[in-house]
């Protein structure tokens, strides 16, 4: 997991209305220049198949690290996408980017995926330059219990 090592990070593990619900979200809120810079969420879901209720087995484990540290490199060096947040629930991963672009998102996207293998992914794109998409995470979680400073 390459997360963005730049920032920091939280973890939680805890219930929604969807059962289980594993957590990572970057501890630093964005600021106006952030968001002004990055103002589209793009959901990006991985649907699996497990035992358990809400974590993939190990080799979709894998698979889906490798794609996130292929994404979160690509992003770093063209940039053209921010990790907020990944949530693992109702045996799905989802990823929480913003971009300043969704086509220099999906031009990005293609281009550093070129060559790994087919990801079972699906999309959701949404103008959101206040990150309420990051927001809605972020107050849900209990951060007097978790590592890392709240967002401010």
Do not use: C
């Not at 497990?50 to 979160?72: G, Q, R």
């Amino acid at each position: 997991m390459s997360a963005s090592t730049e920032e920091p990070w939280a973890y939680a593990i805890g219930e929604s209305d969807e059962g289980p619900t594993t957590t990572r979200i970057r501890t630093r809120a964005p600021d106006e220049d952030e968001k002004a810079d990055y103002p589209r969420l793009v959901m990006i879901r991985w649907a699996f198949d497990s035992d358990e209720p809400h974590m993939p087995e190990d080799e979709d484990l894998d698979s889906m690290a490798e794609f996130e540290n292929t994404l979160d490199a690509a992003m770093a060096s063209g940039g053209w996408g921010k990790l907020a947040a990944v949530v693992t629930r109702d045996k799905t991963r989802e990823w929480r980017i913003y971009t300043p672009d969704f086509d220099r998102f999906q031009d990005g996207l293609n281009d550093a995926l070129m060559g790994q293998p087919r990801y079972p992914l699906t999309f959701e794109l949404f103008e959101d330059a206040d990150w309420d998409g990051y927001d809605v995470i972020a107050s849900a979680l209990d951060w007097s219990k978790l590592d890392g400073a709240r967002p401010s």
